[in-house]
C-alpha cells in the first residue's frame, strides 16, 4: 500500500507564498520592463499657436505621448516669442509627467513719430513723452494716442513683429477711424488695389517700372515686380484682379501694353502674358464675367478697347469718347458705363449691340472715375474740374445727388454696404505746373451715402491719389502721389457712429 504524505500546516503556507514570490517577481520584472518604453509625459504651452518638438519629432500640444527613454528634450518657438529648448527627466515606472512652457515674448527697438506737429505720445495707457518716441515694446498690438496741444488727439495702432519705426500724420479734426502708420514705397503710386482676399495690397507705380506687393498682415512690403521685356520703361496707372482665373492686369501709358500675372495665396506672381492695347496710353480696366470681356480705356485715342479675355484678342472699340477714363460693366454684364474726362460725359453703352443707350453730361466737368452701387441701383462718378461727385441712376443716368469735395477729387471707393464713399483729393495744382508737388497737403473726404453728409476728412500727404477699401469694410488705404508713400486706416469705427436720433440726443 503506497501511502502518500499529507502536507502539513508550514508547508502549505511556505508553498502558497513561494507562488506569490515567483508572481510578484514576475510582476516587477514586467513593470519594469514596460515601464522602461512607457514613460507617460504630455505637453502644455502658452501661447497654444507655438511649434513643439520632443527630441527633434513634432508634437501636438495636449496630447499624452510615451518616451522609451529616462529624458526628452523639448524645443518650442513662435514667431515674436523667445525660442524654448530644454531637457526633462520622466517620472519613475507608471508615472505621467505635465510639462508646462510659457514662452516670453520678443521684445524689440521701436521708433515712432510724426509726419507734421508735436505731441505727447501716451503708448497702451502710459504717458511716453513728447514725440518722437523711442524705446522697447513687446511683439505684438499696441495703443497709440498722440495728445497735440490744443488738438484733436489721434489714436493710432501699432503691430511691433521686429526693429521698425512708424510714421503717422496729425489730424486737423476728430474722426472715428484708427491710424496704421504710413508706409513708404515706389515713386507716384498712382492707385492702390486689394487683393480678393484682403491679404496683400497692389501699388501701379507711374515713375517706376512696375508695380509693388504689400503684405497687410505682416506689413511689410513683400515683393518689386518689373514688368515687360524691357523693365526700364515707366507708366504704370491701374491694375484690375481677374479672381476667376487668379489673374492680375496692369496697364502701361509708355508701351500701350496690357500685361498679365498669375497670382497665389502667398503673394507670389508669375508673369503670363502681355498684348496691345489697340490704343494709346491706356489707362483703366474693367472686366465682364459672363461675356469673358476685358474693356481698356485708351486716353490719348479717345477710345476703349473690348478684348476676349481667352485669346486677348482685340473684338470690337467705342470711338469717339474725349479722352475715357472710368470704365466699369453692371452685375449683369448688360451695360458698360464709361467717364469721358474732357467731353463730361458718361455713358451708358448695350453690350449686345455696343450702341449708346444713355448719358449724363455736365458742363466744363472732367469726369475720372466710377463707383457702382447695384443693390442701390445707383453709382458714383468724379469730377476733378468742378470738384464734385455725382450720384447717379444706373439706369436712367439721372441725377440722384450731388456732393462737393476738397480740391480735385480723383479715385473714389465705396465700403462693401455702399454706405460710405470714400474720395482722395489731390489739393490745388502748381502754380507751375500740376505734375510738380502741390502748394499743400490734401484730404480724402469721407462721405455718408444715406444721409447724403460729409463725415468727415482725413488730412493726407502731398496728392492723395489710389485708394480702396477692402472689402470686409475694415481697412482704407490711400497713397501720396508726390511723396512716395500709402496710408493705411481701420475704418470699422465709422460704422458704431450713430446720429442723434438713433442715440436720443445722448450720444454714446
Known sequence: MKIIPTPSRWNKTGLVAKNVLIAAAALIVMTLALGACSRSYSIAVQPPDARIRVDGRPVEAGKRYTAGNRSVTVTAAREGYEAFRKSFLLPPVLGQERIEINLPK???????????????????????????????????????????????????????????????RLQPGALPVTSLGIYPCGSQPKQAIFSPDDRYLYLPLLNDVGFQIFDMEKREMLSKVSVGPKPKLKGFPEGLFIEK????????????????????????????RMFPSRGVFPKFL??????????????????????????????????????????AFSPDDKWLYIASYDGGNVFK????????????????????????????????????????????????????????TFYLPNTISLDSAGKFLFVSCRGPNNPKNYTLRSPRDSLVNIFDTEKKTLVGSILGGNQPTGLDVSSDGRYLVFTNFQDANFEIYDISGLYAVKSEAETGGQGD
Open 106 to 168: 520678443e521684445k524689440y527697438p521701436v521708433v515712432i513719430k510724426l509726419a507734421q506737429g508735436k505731441a505727447e505720445i501716451r503708448v497702451d495707457g502710459g504717458t511716453a513723452g513728447p514725440a518722437p518716441f523711442r524705446g522697447q515694446l513687446e511683439y505684438g498690438g499696441h495703443e497709440i494716442v498722440f495728445a497735440p496741444a490744443g488738438a484733436p488727439a489721434l489714436s493710432a495702432r501699432v503691430f511691433v513683429r521686429r526693429p521698425e519705426t512708424f510714421l503717422f
Open 245 to 272: 482665373y487668379k489673374s492680375f492686369l496692369i496697364s502701361q501709358m509708355s508701351t500701350n501694353y496690357i500685361y498679365e500675372y498669375s497670382y497665389g495665396g502667398d503673394g507670389s506672381v508669375v508673369f503670363k
Open 286 to 327: 474693367a472686366y465682364a464675367p459672363s461675356l469673358d470681356l476685358v474693356a481698356v480705356s485708351n486716353w490719348l485715342t479717345n477710345d476703349v478697347t473690348l478684348f476676349d479675355y481667352g485669346t486677348a484678342r482685340a473684338v470690337g472699340k467705342i470711338p469717339g469718347l474725349k479722352t475715357p477714363r472710368g470704365v
Open 349 to 404: 453703352y448695350d453690350t449686345e449691340t455696343w450702341k449708346e443707350s444713355k448719358r449724363f453730361y455736365s458742363a466744363r466737368a472732367s469726369m475720372r472715375h466710377l463707383a457702382l452701387d447695384p443693390p442701390r441701383n445707383r453709382f458714383f462718378v468724379s469730377d476733378m474740374a468742378k470738384s464734385l461727385i455725382f450720384e447717379l441712376d444706373m439706369e436712367s443716368l439721372a441725377l440722384i445727388h450731388t456732393y462737393k
